[in-house]
C-alpha cells in the first residue's frame, strides 16, 4: 500500500509564497507521475499540476500556469509544489497523487493513491 503524505500548507497573504512537499512510501516512485490536485469549499475537486517519472516533463492547468512550478527528487520519494504569486482563488485544501503510469495526467481518475491534503489559505 502506497502512503503519500503532505506538508507545506498554510496561511499566506496575496502575492506570497508557499512550497507544499509530498513523501510517497514504496520503492518505485520513480517509475509512475505525480500530480497535484486541489479543492474548494463547495467546489469539485481540480487539477493543478502534474510531472511524469523522471521529472522531464511536466503540464499544468491554465490558472496556476507561470506561477506554480511542479518538481520531484526521486532519491528522496518527494515531489514538490512551489506556488508564488499566489492568490486568494487559490485558497484549497491541496492533494498528491501517484499516477497509474509513468507519464504525465492531469485526470483524477488516473491517479490510483492520494494524500489526505494540506489546507492553503490565502488572504487578501
Known amino acids: 500500500q502506497v502512503q503519500l503524505v503532505e506538508s507545506g500548507g498554510g496561511l499566506v497573504q496575496a502575492g506570497g509564497s508557499l512550497r507544499l512537499s509530498c513523501v510517497a512510501s514504496?520503492?518505485?516512485?520513480?517509475?509512475?507521475?505525480m500530480g497535484w490536485f486541489r479543492q474548494a469549499p463547495g467546489k469539485e475537486r481540480e487539477f493543478v499540476a502534474t510531472?511524469?517519472?523522471?521529472?522531464?516533463?511536466?503540464f499544468y492547468a491554465a490558472s496556476v500556469k507561470g506561477r506554480f512550478t511542479i518538481s520531484r527528487d526521486n532519491a528522496k520519494n518527494t515531489v514538490y509544489l512551489q506556488m508564488n504569486s499566489l492568490k486568494p482563488e487559490d485558497t484549497a485544501v491541496y492533494y498528491c497523487?501517484?499516477?497509474?503510469?509513468?507519464?504525465?495526467?492531469?485526470?483524477?481518475?488516473?491517479?490510483?493513491?492520494w494524500g489526505q491534503g494540506t489546507q492553503v489559505t490565502v488572504s487578501s
Open positions: 510531472i511524469n517519472g523522471n521529472g522531464g516533463s511536466t
Open positions: 514504496g520503492r518505485t516512485f520513480n517509475a509512475y507521475a
Open positions: 497523487a501517484r499516477g497509474t503510469a509513468w507519464g504525465t495526467r492531469s485526470q483524477a481518475y488516473e491517479y490510483a493513491y
